[in-house]
């Protein structure tokens, strides 16, 4: 069972009649929160080219390690609006057609040759890149190919071309690469792996399948995780029936489309709205009437009031704390190996889902962060102190923006620190022991037994 995502949405005053594109201009960042202005981030649309703080560190130090997880790029629902046509968006790749990018055509070209892969499991049966004229629920679109070439692309640029750190003849032992088993979040991997080491070796390729979205791998029983699961669920629920104004938006939107209000409310409307605001597409409409910005606008701001609420509650952050703990441990070992001098697994690429990165973010400390968007990244970098080669460094990023000192366990060394980084130490010590203080435990596996304080 998963937390419904807080997902985006929009308005712009367009009568619900009006047959008329939807989507309005983008300015600059409003001053409040506005909910049509967070469906845009959400949607993250390849236009102008991205500014990433990636790579920044003093001259002297050396990146030695880079680890991303993902979120996959845009894709078709998950869920319809019964009674309703689905939203016409075409799954095959057009180069010629927006949003594009200068390597899909070559993209495509290298996909279909991938059979010398390694592919774990399912994976080897999973299409390499998306193929229908008519998307299948969930399925990566080109809009959602092209967030990640670009992804790809930009970390080339900082990670290989200029800080080296991947040689040219690079080996598979120098890669890890994690995907769970659906097709948009191995798809993602491979898009952005392409612009990253264009026309790379299949035979290098070792795709490793994860089954969990937390990525717990063999530590994923944790009882008081689901507890804490049930809890903020309950939060969601008790938030949601308090909403006046989200029920009429419901009744109303459920006499359009002609099913009972708890029919539409449990087909979960924002997935689907949220294909047509992103692929600006005109809302539903039948003989009864059509669905409109309005509808849109109160489903997308009581998201976001959702989302305040749950950071002040606390009970997704101590969820947070325990879906998380295996694969920030795993992160945690891996650096620290290399930080000993192994020069294997430089280079980690976790494929996820926003169920995967939400948690992360939350049992960080980075409270500021936005709900991931399509093609979300946060990276952890590892650096050496060139004057003191024991020493090493952390930086985390978020979408290209820095979060290192927003994170619980390095913000007050931020104000006695003059490097732009965090002790790796510090990291290690969250991971191996105060995530756990919170539920008066030493470990992961009593933590998963034991409330919290």
Request: a positive charge; proline letters at 6%.
């Given at each position: 069972?998963?937390?419904?995502?807080?997902?985006?949405?929009?308005?712009?005053?367009?009568?619900?009649?009006?047959?008329?594109?939807?989507?309005?201009?983008?300015?600059?960042?409003?001053?409040?929160?506005?909910?049509?202005?967070e469906?845009?981030?959400y949607?993250?649309?390849?236009?102008?080219?991205?500014?990433?703080?990636?790579?920044?560190?003093?001259?002297?130090?050396?990146?030695?390690?880079?680890?991303?997880?993902?979120?996959?790029?845009?894709?078709?629902p998950?869920?319809?609006?019964?009674?309703?046509?689905?939203?016409?968006?075409?799954?095959?790749?057009?180069?010629?057609?927006?949003?594009?990018?200068?390597?899909?055509?070559?993209?495509?070209?290298?996909?279909?040759?991938?059979?010398?892969?390694?592919?774990?499991?399912?994976?080897?049966?999973?299409?390499?890149?998306?193929?229908?004229?008519?998307?299948?629920?969930?399925?990566?679109?080109?809009?959602?190919?092209?967030?990640?070439?670009?992804?790809?692309?930009l970390l080339?640029?900082?990670?290989?071309?200029?800080?080296?750190?991947?040689?040219?003849?690079?080996?598979?032992?120098?890669?890890?690469?994690?995907?769970t088993?659906?097709?948009r979040?191995?798809?993602?991997?491979?898009?952005?792996?392409?612009?990253?080491?264009?026309?790379?070796?299949?035979?290098?390729?070792?795709?490793?399948?994860?089954?969990?979205?937390?990525?717990?791998?063999?530590?994923?029983?944790?009882?008081?995780?689901?507890?804490?699961?049930?809890?903020?669920?309950?939060?969601?629920?008790?938030?949601?029936?308090?909403?006046?104004?989200?029920?009429?938006?419901?009744?109303?939107?459920?006499?359009i489309v002609?099913?009972?209000?708890?029919?539409?409310?449990?087909?979960?409307?924002?997935?689907?709205?949220?294909?047509?605001?992103?692929?600006?597409?005109?809302f539903?409409?039948?003989?009864?009437?059509?669905?409109?910005?309005?509808?849109?606008?109160?489903?997308?701001?009581?998201?976001?009031?959702?989302?305040?609420?749950?950071?002040?509650?606390?009970?997704?952050?101590?969820?947070?704390l325990?879906?998380?703990?295996?694969?920030?441990?795993?992160?945690?070992?891996r650096?620290?190996?290399?930080?000993?001098g192994?020069?294997?697994?430089?280079?980690?690429?976790?494929?996820?889902?926003?169920?995967?990165?939400?948690?992360v973010?939350?049992?960080?400390?980075?409270?500021?962060?936005?709900?991931?968007?399509?093609?979300?990244?946060?990276?952890?970098?590892?650096?050496?102190?060139?004057?003191?080669?024991?020493?090493?460094?952390?930086?985390?990023?978020?979408?290209?923006?820095?979060?290192?000192?927003?994170?619980?366990?390095?913000?007050?060394?931020?104000?006695?620190?003059?490097?732009?980084?965090?002790?790796?130490?510090?990291?290690?010590?969250?991971?191996?022991r105060?995530?756990?203080?919170?539920?008066?435990?030493?470990?992961y596996?009593?933590?998963?037994?034991?409330?919290a304080?």
């Amino acid at each position: 069972v998963h937390l419904i995502p807080v997902n985006p949405v929009r308005e712009d005053g367009l009568n619900p009649k009006s047959r008329k594109r939807i989507m309005p201009d983008l300015l600059t960042e409003p001053p409040a929160t506005d909910p049509v202005y967070e469906a845009h981030v959400y949607c993250n649309i390849p236009t102008i080219a991205e500014r990433s703080m990636e790579g920044h560190a003093p001259h002297y130090f050396k990146l030695v390690s880079v680890q991303v997880l993902i979120r996959h790029g845009d894709r078709y629902p998950l869920y319809a609006i019964p009674k309703t046509k689905r939203p016409d968006i075409d799954c095959m790749l057009v180069p010629s057609r927006k949003p594009s990018h200068p390597q899909l055509e070559a993209f495509i070209k290298h996909m279909s040759k991938g059979s010398a892969a390694q592919m774990d499991g399912s994976l080897s049966s999973l299409p390499r890149f998306p193929s229908h004229s008519l998307c299948e629920m969930g399925e990566l679109t080109q809009t959602g190919v092209v967030q990640h070439l670009r992804n790809g692309q930009l970390l080339r640029e900082i990670y290989i071309n200029k800080h080296k750190l991947l040689p040219g003849d690079w080996t598979a032992k120098q890669l890890y690469l994690e995907t769970t088993g659906k097709s948009r979040t191995l798809q993602s991997a491979l898009a952005l792996l392409y612009t990253f080491l264009p026309d790379f070796d299949w035979k290098k390729i070792n795709m490793r399948h994860q089954w969990s979205t937390i990525f717990c791998s063999g530590s994923c029983d944790c009882p008081m995780r689901n507890h804490y699961l049930e809890e903020e669920q309950r939060r969601q629920y008790s938030l949601r029936v308090k909403n006046n104004d989200l029920e009429k938006i419901y009744v109303d939107m459920a006499k359009i489309v002609g099913i009972p209000t708890r029919q539409l409310r449990a087909s979960n409307p924002i997935d689907s709205l949220l294909c047509y605001f992103c692929h600006n597409v005109s809302f539903p409409c039948t003989k009864t009437g059509c669905i409109g910005m309005e509808h849109f606008r109160v489903i997308k701001r009581h998201q976001l009031e959702d989302e305040r609420e749950r950071q002040e509650k606390k009970l997704y952050f101590l969820y947070a704390l325990l879906a998380t703990h295996p694969l920030l441990n795993q992160t945690v070992n891996r650096l620290q190996r290399i930080a000993e001098g192994k020069k294997e697994e430089v280079f980690v690429l976790y494929s996820a889902h926003d169920v995967t990165l939400s948690p992360v973010l939350s049992a960080l400390g980075i409270t500021e962060a936005r709900f991931p968007r399509f093609a979300a990244r946060l990276v952890f970098e590892l650096w050496q102190d060139g004057k003191r080669p024991k020493e090493h460094f952390i930086r985390i990023l978020y979408n290209g923006a820095d979060v290192t000192f927003q994170t619980s366990f390095c913000k007050d060394h931020y104000k006695r620190s003059s490097k732009p980084m965090c002790p790796l130490e510090k990291f290690v010590n969250f991971v191996k022991r105060d995530m756990f203080l919170i539920f008066n435990s030493t470990s992961y596996y009593d933590a998963c037994r034991r409330r919290a304080l």
